[in-house]
């Protein structure tokens, strides 16, 4: 998935209207199944996270209810995934609490 998101990203990028690209995913998302399933994050994940700074990061609430599909996993772990993307955005200074 990172080398995909990686590859979309520039093809999609090379064709935005103004430069403006809108990611409902990035590969920090990588990062972050990585550090909670497997307990690290591989290191060419880590080594491209600078590289690719992103103007603004939303992270939205989990106040939707559940509905099964095939990209979703854990459905009783939202909150604690949740957590897990706030911990990440705060450790990489993204955001501010």
Do not use: H
């Not at 520039?10 to 998302?29: K, P, V």
């Not at 996270?49 to 772990?77: A, G, N, S």
Request: aromatic share 12%; with cysteine.
């Amino acid at each position: 998935m990172f080398y995909g998101q990686i590859a979309l990203e520039d093809e999609m990028t090379a064709q935005a209207y103004n430069d403006l690209l809108i990611c409902d995913t990035t590969f920090i998302t990588v990062k972050i199944w990585s550090d909670e399933m497997f307990g690290s994050s591989p290191k060419d994940v880590l080594d491209e996270l600078p590289k690719r700074p992103y103007d603004l990061y939303l992270l939205l609430d989990i106040d939707m209810p559940w509905e099964d599909d095939p990209l979703r996993d854990f459905p009783t772990c939202a909150s604690i995934l949740w957590k897990c993307g706030i911990r990440s955005l705060i450790v990489l200074k993204l955001i501010m609490c």
